[in-house]
C-alpha cells in the first residue's frame, strides 16, 4: 500500500493577534489533504513576521509570538517558530520556506497520527512544506511588485500552496490568470471552509480598542494576556484604517 | 448617567443549541456591548435556555447533552448561565412563557431583595410587592413592572425575527407579548433585511424601540448545522466550538446520521400545536 506524502503546513503572516480563524485555516486545511488520501499532514508552524515587515499597528514581535504560543497550547500539532520574527530584517516569503525546509531535512519531524498497529511502511518520505494560506493571498500575488516572479514559482513548484477559501473570493479565478499559477495549479490546493468565520484580527484590534469584548473570537489566555500587556488599547498608536 | 438609573437586562436566548458553538456565545457578548453602550441599560446576566425535547426537531439529541455541552461552553464566563427549566418540561413551552418564568423569577427575587433591605418597612413593602406581581401576571403586564427589577429581553439572530414570519410558528399574540412586554435584541449581519422585516410587520414597527438590532461585523456562520454536518464528514470543528464542547462531543460520539434522522416525519411542535388550535 502506498504510504502517504508527510506534509508540515506553514502560515506566515501579522498574527496581529492571532486568532480562531487563523487556527481554523490550519484544521481545514489538514482535513482537505487527508481527503485527498494522498497526504498525511504532520506539522502545522505558525511563523509571525518581522517587525520590520512595518505594516501599521503591528505590536511588537515577541508579543505576537507569546500569543501565538498561548493560543497554541491546547494544540498537539501547531507550534509557533520565531525564527522569522528574529531575523535582522524582513525576508520574503520564500526565503522562510527554504529555511524551514532545510530544518525539516534535517530532523524529520516525528509521524503524528501514525497507527502502531500498521505495518512499518517504506523509509518515510521527505516531508513536504507546504505554504498554507487564505485565497485572498493568491490574489496580491497579482499585485504589481508585492512578490517576485522567481519567488511565486519558487513557492508553487518546489513547495505548494494550500489556500482556504474565503467569501468573495475566486481562487480558480486568480490560477487561471496567472501562467504560472496555471502551471503549477496541480500543486496548489484548494480547501474550502464550510463554515465561514472571517475574524478580521484588524477587526478584533478596534474592538479591544473600544473596550469592546472579543470573547469567544480569540482563546482566552490570548486575551488575558493582550489585557495584561496593554496592547491594543486607544493608546496605542491605532487610526482608522 | 447616574448607575442607578439604568435599567438593568437580563438577556435570555431560547434555541436548540445543538450543539452550541461559538457563535451563540458571541451573541450574549454583543448583545451587552451594545446595551451597555447606549447609557440606558446594563446588562447583569445571560442565560442561555436549551429547548426541551418536545420540541422534536429534525436531528435534536437529548436535552441533558446540550446541557451539559451549554454549561461547558460558559464555564469561562461570568455573567452567563444556563438554564434548565424550559427543557425540563414536559411539554414544549412557547417562548413567551419562558420569558414571563424568567422575569417572574427575577420579581420573586426582588421583593425578597427589598423585604430584606434594611431601610424598608418590610411586610408593607413584600405586600405591595407580591400584590403587584399576582396583578401584573394576572392583567398580562399591562402593568409597568415593579420599578427596580431586571427586565428580561430575548436575545436572537436575524432568523429568529424572520421565523416570526412563518405560518403557525409563532402566535401572533405571543409575538406582541414578547415585542410589548419583553423586548427583542436581534444581532444581525444584514440589519437592512431585519429592518424591512420589521416596518413589514405591523406590530413590530408598533414596538420597535423595544427592538434593538445590533450589528455583527464579522461574517460569522457557526450555524449548529454546519457544525453536525462537519461532524458527520469526519471534519474538524476545533475553534469553531469551545474546547470542552468539542472534547465532549467527541467522547460521546454525539453526532451522526443516526441522530440526524431523529424526529424525521415528526411534526414541530408548535406547528403541532398552533395548528390544531386553529382548527379547533
Redesign the interface.
Known sequence: MKSRIPVVLLACGSFNPIT??H??LF??A??HLHQTGMYQVTQGIISPVNDDYGKKDLVASQHRVAMARLALQ?SDWIRVDPWESEQPQWMETVKVLRHHHSQLLRSPPPMEGSDPGQEPSAPTAAPQLKLLCGADILRTFQTPNLWEDAHIQEIVEKFGLVCVSR?GHDPKGYILDSPILRRYQHNIHLARE???????AT?VRRALSQG??????LP?PVIAYIRDQGLYTKDSSWQTS | MDKSEKTEVVLLACGSFNPITNMHLRLFELAKDYLNGTGKYRVIKGIISPVGDAYKKKGLIPAHHRIIMAELATKSSNWVEVDTWESLQKEWTETVKVLRHHQEKLEAGNCDQRQNSPVVERSGRKRKCLEERQDSSQKKSLEPKTKGVPEVKLLCGADLLESFGVPNLWKSEDITRIVADYGLICVTRDGSDAQKFIYESDVLWKHQSNIHLVNEWIHNDISSTKIRRALRRGQSIRYLVPDLVQEYIEKHDLYSSESEDRNVGVVLAPLQRNTAEAKS
Open positions: 480562531y480563524m487556527l481554523r484544521e481545514v489538514r482535513d491546547t467569501v464550510p463554515v465561514q468565520n472571517e475574524i478580521s477587526y469592546q469584548s472579543v470573547k469567544y473570537l482566552d
